[in-house]
Every structure is written in structure tokens, then in C-alpha cells.
């Protein structure tokens, strides 16, 4: 089943299997010690953990979805401890986006339901070479520390091993001088750009294995605390140039190299995201197509309905003249109108959902689009009999806003409050308050004492087409708020209680651009 330098040899040979599903596990017992290995049952994560305690195995197989404590939180507090274990987790149809989290939390590999015998011997295959590694530049490190008598040997051993180590790398390592010419170029950096190490070292320079400007861009963050330095950068997600002149996204590491306290060189450590940006795309478009169709199936039945009325209305209006009774006749006529008036909503409101994202932004006052909107509402609230308080703090930040985007989003919000009253609702009331957050977001909370919502009904509220409201709602207005919130780069957080009130807090970001002064708190 594997190469030679691994038929011989202990590593890897202890394996827990971790699946709810009995027979999956009993089969993986049996194939796996047909093959002479070592191996342990656990029904859940809670269980897995615990034999692991006392097995202490090399390898987990563990199936990423199962009730209680899952895969990817097993693969979690394993990686949180600093265990030495490599991680193998199965997925199942439709599991693809855990896959993906668990190889961003370093699982050694993933296979698919159901497993063929193929997929299991080259996943166990790359695990046990990642373990064989590790074990032999462990055991290379005791030995060095044992032989300081021998400390030029040593250091030479030392050097032909790291240079091994370097060279087969899966990912890229790429060293270069501060000058930019590239001093290390493996054979795992060859694979992703496809230049060969004496092209690289040769003939190149490292801006040139990025778009154009990133380079510099790089190494300003390197020097900054953004992603773990200053002096080191981790995980920085960036595009590659390869010979060809394809992007391919990297998963980029790197530190500086200081020889008697003065930078001499950068290494840099790249990892090939393509397949895991290819799989988070295909999920991505799995999504939206179920999304689409679970749309299109409540458009269509928003508009049945609202056809229907038409029909009944327009019914009314023909028996109304046939009989010559001119009121059933205006009944039926409301009645239509009524229903062609939901239906120009629903179509605005889709229109504005799907509308591509923001890009006019001008310097916008929040507290005058408050102002304005609620002077807009003013009618409608002396009817309802409904008291408006705002304390809107005075020398907010002036924001780039999309300025109609904003006042529909405060609008609809405002709208959404006076409507969450039931009819026998007495002292009606809505509170707005504006304040900053130093440095961080200016927070519009919009606040009633209305009916409230229920927990299932809080999370869905924002759903396409979800309304509480009936005939009289599109079921879009909360949805579009969102979006609009989210094209902001901004976000909502919503407190409520059944018959009590409702609580939306919208977050915009204060960031550059912005023109504040002092001032103090202003209520009405």
C-alpha cells in the first residue's frame, strides 16, 4: 500500500476512528488491521478524546459531522493542546465548507462517503509522511544536542538536513537579500510559479513573483503589527505571478533574517490556495442556486396570492356593473387597486435587493438623514398616537455614505418600528439615539415598545422574503436593510422580547475621510 520507506517502518501505525455511524466504524477497524494497523473506536468526538488520552494514536480518522462534539472542534482543541497528530476527517455530500475549515485549522487531509480504498491508502500515505518528518527531525535535534564534542560535524549535518527539509517542502520557501534577488527558491515555490530554481535565482528578482506594487506592499507589513509582527507576517492571503503570467492565490508567511542585529534577508513561506478558493467558490455557487430557487418559490407565491386578490377585485367590479350596484362595483375597484399597489412594493423592493453594490458615497450627516426621515414619518405618527424621542449626539463624524441608500435603510427601520404595534397597544413609543464609539463606529439605535419577536422569528427576519406582516409586507424591507448595512461595512446587532420591544442598533465604521467636531448631546 505504500512506498518502501514506509513499509518497514513504526511511524503511523496507532489510528483512531472517531464516526457516529457503527457500521462506517466497524469497517474501517477491519480494513485498517487487515493492513496491520493498530486501531481504537470512538462513537463521538467526547469518547474520541478520551481514548486519545490513553491510546495516544498517531492518526484520527474522524467523520467532520456528527451529533454532540463534530469533527472540526475535535481537530480544534487537538491543534489548541499542541498535540502530534495528524488528522484525517471524512465528509460527507453537501459537508464541502467544514472540509474547508478543517484544512484551514491544519487537518493532514479530507475524504469523501463513501470511502474507497484508494482515497483511505493516500491519505494515510500523506500522514504518515508528514509524521515520519516530524519524528526524524526529532530525533535528528536529540542527536545534535548529544554530540556538541562534534559540533562541526554536527553543524554540516545540520545544514544538509535543513537544506532537505527546504527542498521538499510542499509549499513554497523563498529567501532573497534586501536588495531583492532571490537567494532560496525550492522545489515547492517551482511548483507554484513554474520557474526553475536557477531561472529564480538566476535571472529574477522577488517583486517580480508579485502584481505589480505588492512587493512593497508586503514588506510595509512585515515592519508593521498588522498581521504579527513587526519582523514577521502570518497568514497573509496575497496573488502570486507565475511564469506564465496566471495570479494564483498564496497563503503568504514570512520573517526577516538579522545577522549582528542588522536585516540581511527575508524568508518567505507560500501555500497554493487555488483548490481551497475553487472549492469555496463551488460551494459558494451551491448556495446561491439553492438561494435562487428558494426565492423565486416565495416570489412566486407573493405574487399568486396578490394575483388573486386582482382577480377578486376585478370579479367584484363586473358583477358590481352587470347588477348596475356602483358600490360593489368601488369595492372591488379598491380591492384592485390595493393589490396592483402591493405588487409595484414587491417589485421596487426586489429591484432595490438586487441592485448592484454601492459605488456614488458622498459626506453625509446622519443625525440630518434622522432628522429628515423623521419629520417624513411625523403624520403617520400623531395618527397612530405614538410618541418619537430622539437624542441624537450633537458633532457626530460627517460619514461617506451612499446618502439614499442610508435614508431608505433609516426609513424602512422607523416604518418597521411604528408597524410592530399591536391595536390595543396603549403609550406607544419609539426612542432614536445616535452616539461614536471613539475610533470605531457611529451606532444608530432605533428602539420601540411594541409587540417584540420570538427567538425563531429574530433569526430569520432578515431572510429574503420572510414577513410577520401578511398581505401588507414584501418581506424584503429588513433584507435590503441588511445589505445595505453590510455594503457599509457595517452591522447590526437586534435585542427584542416578546410583548415587550425591540431593540435594532445599526454600526457604521468611522474611518478615514470623516470630519468631526465637538459638541454635546441633543434630545427632542
Given amino acids: 500500500m505504500f512506498d518502501e520507506a514506509f513499509e518497514n517502518d513504526s511511524v503511523g501505525r496507532r489510528i483512531l476512528v472517531i464516526d457516529d455511524e457503527e457500521s462506517t466504524r466497524e469497517l474501517l477497524k477491519l480494513t485498517l488491521e487487515a493492513d496491520g494497523y493498530e486501531v481504537r473506536v470512538a462513537e463521538d468526538g467526547y469518547r474520541g478524546l478520551e481514548i486519545f488520552e490513553d491510546f495516544k494514536p498517531e492518526i484520527i480518522l474522524t467523520d467532520i459531522k456528527m451529533p454532540g462534539l463534530d469533527g472540526v472542534e475535535v481537530l480544534r ?20 465548507k467544514l472540509a474547508i475549515e478543517a484544512l484551514q485549522l491544519e487537518a493532514s487531509d479530507f475524504i469523501n462517503k463513501p470511502i474507497s480504498d484508494l482515497a483511505l491508502s493516500v491519505a494515510l500515505k500523506r500522514a504518515k509522511e508528514k509524521i515520519w518528518m516530524r519524528k526524524k527531525l526529532n530525533e535528528y535535534m536529540v542527536t545534535l544536542e548529544g554530540k556538541l564534542k562534534d559540533a562541526v560535524d554536527e553543524i554540516h549535518k545540520r545544514h544538509d538536513f535543513e537544506h532537505k527539509l527546504i527542498e521538499t517542502s510542499i509549499d513554497g520557501i523563498i529567501a532573497n537579500d534586501r536588495k531583492g534577488n532571490i537567494l532560496i527558491f525550492n522545489e515547492g515555490a517551482s511548483r507554484i510559479y513554474g520557474y526553475s530554481k536557477e531561472e529564480a535565482i538566476n535571472s529574477l528578482r522577488v517583486t517580480e513573483l508579485y502584481p505589480e506594487g505588492e512587493a512593497r506592499r508586503i514588506k510595509k507589513k512585515i515592519y508593521s503589527e498588522e498581521y504579527g509582527g513587526p519582523g514577521r507576517l502570518v497568514n497573509y492571503e496575497t496573488m502570486a505571478v507565475t511564469k506564465d503570467g496566471r495570479l494564483v492565490p498564496i497563503l503568504l508567511s514570512a520573517t526577516l533574517i538579522y545577522e549582528d542585529g542588522k536585516e540581511v534577508a527575508t524568508v518567505g513561506y507560500f501555500k497554493d490556495l487555488s483548490e481551497i478558493k475553487k472549492l469555496q467558490e463551488e460551494l459558494v455557487q451551491r448556495e446561491k442556486m439553492a438561494a435562487i430557487g428558494q426565492a423565486m418559490a416565495e416570489v412566486a407565491h407573493g405574487v399568486k396570492n396578490i394575483l388573486y386578490g386582482m382577480k377578486l377585485g376585478a370579479y367584484m367590479v363586473d358583477k358590481g356593473m352587470d347588477a348596475h350596484n356602483l358600490e360593489k362595483a368601488k369595492r372591488g375597484w379598491n380591492l384592485v387597486k390595493k393589490n396592483i399597489d402591493r405588487i409595484s412594493r414587491l417589485s421596487l423592493d426586489m429591484l432595490s435587493y438586487a441592485r448592484e453594490k454601492i459605488t456614488e458615497r458622498k459626506n453625509v450627516c446622519l443625525n440630518d438623514v434622522i432628522e429628515e426621515v423623521c419629520e417624513l414619518v411625523s403624520e403617520r405618527l400623531k395618527k397612530e398616537k405614538i410618541t418619537l424621542v430622539k437624542n441624537l449626539q450633537d458633532g457626530l463624524p460627517e460619514m461617506i455614505l451612499d446618502l439614499e441608500s442610508i435614508h431608505a435603510c433609516i426609513l424602512n427601520l422607523i416604518t418597521n418600528a411604528i408597524e410592530a404595534f399591536p391595536e390595543q397597544k396603549e403609550r406607544r413609543r419609539i426612542e432614536v439615539y445616535t452616539k461614536l464609539i471613539p475610533n470605531s463606529h457611529v451606532c444608530v439605535d432605533i428602539i420601540d415598545n411594541g409587540r417584540g419577536m420570538s427567538e425563531e422569528v429574530r433569526k430569520k427576519i432578515f431572510t429574503p422574503l420572510f414577513t410577520t406582516k401578511g398581505a401588507h409586507g ?48 441633543k434630545t427632542d
Fill in 474 to 521: 414584501t418581506g424584503l424591507g429588513l433584507a435590503i436593510v441588511d445589505k445595505i448595512v453590510k455594503e457599509h461595512g457595517g452591522y447590526i446587532e437586534i435585542e427584542s422580547q416578546f410583548n415587550k420591544g425591540t431593540r435594532f442598533s445599526v454600526y457604521l465604521p468611522v474611518g478615514e475621510g470623516f470630519h468631526s467636531a465637538p459638541g454635546d448631546l
Fill in 77 to 96: 482543541r487537538l491543534k489548541d493542546r499542541g498535540e502530534d497528530v495528524e488528522v484525517i476527517v471524512i465528509t460527507g455530500h453537501g459537508e464541502m
